[in-house]
């Protein structure tokens, strides 16, 4: 049992006052947990279901989707380790009677810890079976992420014994001392998570939801001693439009006196003027820094728009990100339009993706034809073309794709569609996790598709 010293309580106490006088953060956390009963309700009775054997997993999986990016999003299980990751799951992982039997065992809520221990761990090492057999890529299951997926589903059916592992919260009371191989054996930080936090409660005398929402306000807080703020990643943490807006806040978007957090809340004191010395950046730069950064992590080299190579994200310049010169592909015209693509990654000589990054103000028609003259440029290579943007925007580059002069230029079915939202939500995993170019597969929509 991992312990907490009388001092560490004495800490997060004096941690709780604080949260407590921060009224904007108490007020915006208390209307979600007004919520979550009902939610916790209705998810109750679609596990039920399937447990029974009324549904199957593909209608389970149906509904879930529907429900997580809206009337169920107080749990924040939208991201790359909940609902994109039971995607995956549904998608690649063969037999799906075997599996919907096994799935239905998992997804029950253990009576035990050493239950819910060996539950986990045979998940795992069942979706690390099929991956040895070469059956499927590991891109394409990510076993790591089974311990956030089973703890939501798990505290759904108990919550007062099955915390959530969202990211932030196991920041703020994990540690490399406390747990050193986190990375290695993701069941045990799981459990070693769960202690901690259970221990906690009780020491703190606070519930489940009230601990795990001073985790995360704290996580948030404690940039300075910690970086947490640099470090935490939205897929396993928050996906609503108020964690979009903290993370646009690292970009520098809100640096200026009267900054609003996460919550709404004025940012305040040495903070506020720690911000006010940092430049201003554009979420449109910082999307591509973090492009750029995510290629040269997959080993890609990159190419950036040569316009924008003197500007500057997390104070690194973005030529400095880019190569020189980009690689010569066509006559000096062409060759011109190209160079203004927003990022490009590529192997060798060989582009693979191609980034264009939409915003308001954009006029996506003028990106579109950038993307689609490097399309024809290639015609005998895969090249990913993306378009990341916004997700209310996605319906608005989905009808300029159907006109006949975009439909004309080449298969609709080579452009694909980024959420912004989502790219910035999972920023910090991605950058930590990602081990191949293939990572863009996990993070387009299908431009074609109805989903987003």
Not at 368 to 375: A, K, S
Request: glycine share 4%.
């Amino acid at each position: 049992m991992l312990m907490w010293s009388n001092e560490k309580i004495e800490q997060w106490r004096l941690a709780y006052s604080t949260y407590l006088s921060d009224m904007p953060s108490v007020t915006f956390n208390r209307n979600i947990d007004r919520r979550r009963p009902h939610t916790q309700q209705e998810m109750t009775q679609l596990l039920r279901s399937f447990l029974d054997g009324a549904i199957t997993l593909k209608e389970f999986n149906t509904v879930f989707q529907q429900k997580t990016h809206n009337a169920w999003n107080v749990f924040h299980l939208q991201g790359m380790s909940g609902g994109l990751f039971l995607n995956k799951l549904v998608k690649h992982v063969p037999s799906e009677d075997t599996f919907g039997h096994l799935f239905r065992l998992m997804m029950r809520v253990p009576e035990e810890t050493q239950d819910g221990q060996r539950q986990m761990q045979a998940f795992v090492q069942f979706l690390e079976g099929l991956i040895a057999s070469r059956q499927v890529t590991r891109a394409q299951l990510q076993p790591a992420r089974v311990p956030f997926f089973l703890s939501a589903w798990w505290h759904i059916q108990d919550p007062e014994r099955w915390p959530i592992f969202y990211l932030d919260v196991r920041q703020a009371l994990l540690t490399e001392e406390t747990h050193p191989k986190e990375a290695q054996n993701p069941v045990e930080t799981y459990f070693s998570f769960r202690t901690r936090f259970l221990a906690l409660a009780q020491a703190l005398g606070v519930s489940i939801w009230e601990l795990e929402h001073l985790a995360s306000w704290y996580a948030r807080r404690d940039t300075k001693s910690s970086d947490v703020g640099n470090k935490r990643a939205y897929s396993d943490v928050r996906s609503d439009s108020h964690g979009i807006s903290a993370r646009r806040e690292t970009c520098g978007l809100s640096n200026r006196a009267g900054a609003k957090n996460r919550n709404g809340s004025a940012v305040t004191g040495e903070k506020s003027s720690a911000h006010m010395r940092e430049p201003m950046v554009s979420c449109r730069t910082h999307l591509q820094w973090l492009l750029a950064k995510l290629g040269h992590k997959v080993g890609c080299r990159v190419w950036i728009a040569a316009s924008d190579h003197s500007k500057e994200c997390q104070r690194e310049r973005l030529g400095d990100l880019s190569l020189p010169t980009l690689p010569v592909l066509a006559d000096t015209p062409v060759q011109q339009i190209i160079r203004q693509i927003d990022v490009l990654w590529l192997l060798d000589n060989d582009i693979i993706a191609a980034y264009e990054i939409e915003q308001a103000h954009t006029d996506v028609s003028t990106s579109l034809l950038r993307l689609y003259d490097l399309d024809a440029l290639l015609p005998t290579r895969e090249v990913h073309l993306c378009i990341v943007a916004p997700s209310h925007r996605f319906e608005k580059i989905r009808f300029e794709l159907s006109r006949p002069s975009f439909r004309d230029l080449g298969p609709r079915k080579n452009c694909a569609l980024i959420s912004e939202e989502l790219l910035l939500q999972q920023e910090t995993h991605i950058l930590r996790w990602a081990s191949s170019p293939a990572v863009v597969e996990e993070l387009i929509c299908r431009a074609g598709d109805g989903e987003q």
